[in-house]
Every structure is written in structure tokens, then in C-alpha cells.
């Protein structure tokens, strides 16, 4: 079984659509994150929630939005595509405290035209 | 605030080399530092970790000891392998329960 899914894996579409891009984790974690990785390989962390609540958000634009709907599942909604949104985005989840580890999804590659 | 330095890349070496990619980081209290690994076309998976000073963590014959007097948790192995090649990651996660990673440095193992 795979412990953290995301669907789609790729994802191309037109700019100014709106897109989601779902995440499952089957490993009973607490915590799931959604991160960033553009072209240089650099990870920025996004969003993430713990128990359905929102506990760290960056400076992202408010066209993204995360949407828990159970302790399992965190989807990102993006609004009004830009070509600056062309990247991997990566879900991640872990059971929290200091010496937890993070697993990661095998991340969705979005491309905006 | 916290956060990751790592040396920048890419590097490339040859097959049986000795690997070292640099890692320092700063912190309040006391964080546990981790290394990820991310093969070509995945995500990133746990490659090794140390929670307190002077831990070292291994796995797949890689090696990183937490220099808390240095703030360093350099990543190190013996002989690389061709299948090694992949970008690496260190990071630090802090007593916030708050992850940050560095920039990742890209190692190619040439035959």
C-alpha cells in the first residue's frame, strides 16, 4: 500500500484555470504538509494542517487554498493559474514532535501554458 | 530564525569516490537534523537522522554525525555508487515542530 498518494501525477493546463490537486495518506498521521519545488530543485514549504486545523501558512498567494476534509486527505485548490505556478508540488505528512520524520508523495508536476 | 545551509552542487564523482556535502544550520534549542533523498522522478524519502549531539545516523552505507559545537550534520559515505546519484536534502526540524530544508545538492556517480 502507498503511504502518501497524489493524483494527478501530471497535471497540463491552460493559464487562469482552476485546478486541484488531491493528497491521501494511510498511515494515521496527524500532520500533512503541502510544499513547492521549482525547476532548481528548491522545496518551499506551503501549507499545513494538523487535525484539520491550518497551522503554518507562508507567504503564498491566497489563489491557493488547502482544503482538509478528514485527517487523511489535503487537497490544494489553486485559482486562476499563472505561469509562475509551473512546478512540482509535493504532499507530506508525519505524527508530529520534535524527532518525526516526513513522508513524501511522489508529487504532481504541473505545468501552466 | 532556523534554517538549513548546504553546500551547493551540483557535484559529480566518480564510482568507489568519497562523498561529503556540507550541512550547518542554526536553531534555537534543540532540533533533530535529518538527510533526504530524492531519485530522479520521486519524491523525497528519509535517508538517515540524529535527534540530540554527538548522535550519528546511517543507512545505505551513508554517515552523518549532529555537531551541535560546529551546528553541522555533514552527510559522508565511503564509495559511491552510480545509483546514488539523486539530490540530496538536509534538514532540521525544531523544538516548534517546524521543518525547513535546505536548497538540496545534486550528486551524479559517474561509471
Known amino acids: 500500500d502507498t503511504a502518501v498518494s497524489q493524483t494527478p501525477k501530471y497535471l497540463v493546463t491552460q493559464m487562469g484555470n482552476d485546478k486541484s490537486i488531491k493528497c491521501e495518506q494511510n498511515?494515521?498521521?496527524?500532520?500533512m504538509y503541502w510544499y513547492k519545488q521549482d525547476s532548481k530543485k528548491f522545496l518551499k514549504i506551503m501549507f499545513s494542517?494538523?487535525?484539520?486545523?491550518?497551522?503554518i501558512n507562508e507567504t503564498v498567494p491566497n489563489r491557493f487554498s488547502p482544503k482538509s476534509p478528514d485527517k487523511a486527505h489535503l487537497n490544494l485548490h489553486i485559482n486562476s493559474l499563472e505561469l509562475g505556478d509551473s512546478a512540482v508540488y509535493f504532499c507530506?505528512?508525519?505524527?508530529?514532535?520534535?524527532?518525526?520524520?516526513?513522508?513524501f508523495g511522489p508529487g504532481t508536476r504541473l505545468t501552466v501554458l | 530564525g532556523d534554517s538549513v545551509t548546504q553546500m551547493e552542487g551540483p557535484v559529480t564523482l566518480s564510482e568507489e569516490a568519497f562523498l561529503t556535502i556540507n550541512c550547518t544550520y542554526t536553531?534555537?534549542?534543540?532540533?533533530?537534523l535529518f538527510w533526504y533523498v530524492q531519485y530522479p522522478g520521486e519524491g523525497l524519502q528519509l535517508l538517515l537522522k540524529?535527534?540530540?549531539?554527538?548522535d550519528k545516523g546511517s543507512n545505505k552505507g551513508f554517515e552523518a554525525t549532529y555537531r551541535k559545537e560546529t551546528t553541522s550534520f555533514h552527510l559522508e559515505k565511503g564509495s559511491v555508487q552510480v545509483s546514488d546519484s539523486a539530490v540530496y536534502f538536509c534538514?532540521?526540524?525544531?523544538?516548534?515542530?517546524?521543518?525547513?530544508f535546505g536548497t538540496g545538492t545534486s550528486l551524479t556517480v559517474i561509471p
Open positions: 536553531a534555537t534549542g534543540y532540533p533533530s
Open positions: 507530506a505528512s508525519s505524527v508530529g514532535g520534535r524527532t518525526d520524520t516526513q513522508y
Open positions: 534538514a532540521l526540524k525544531n523544538t516548534g515542530n517546524q521543518f525547513y
Open positions: 540524529a535527534t540530540k549531539a554527538d
Open positions: 498511515l494515521g498521521h496527524d500532520t
Open positions: 494542517y494538523n487535525n484539520k486545523e491550518l497551522i
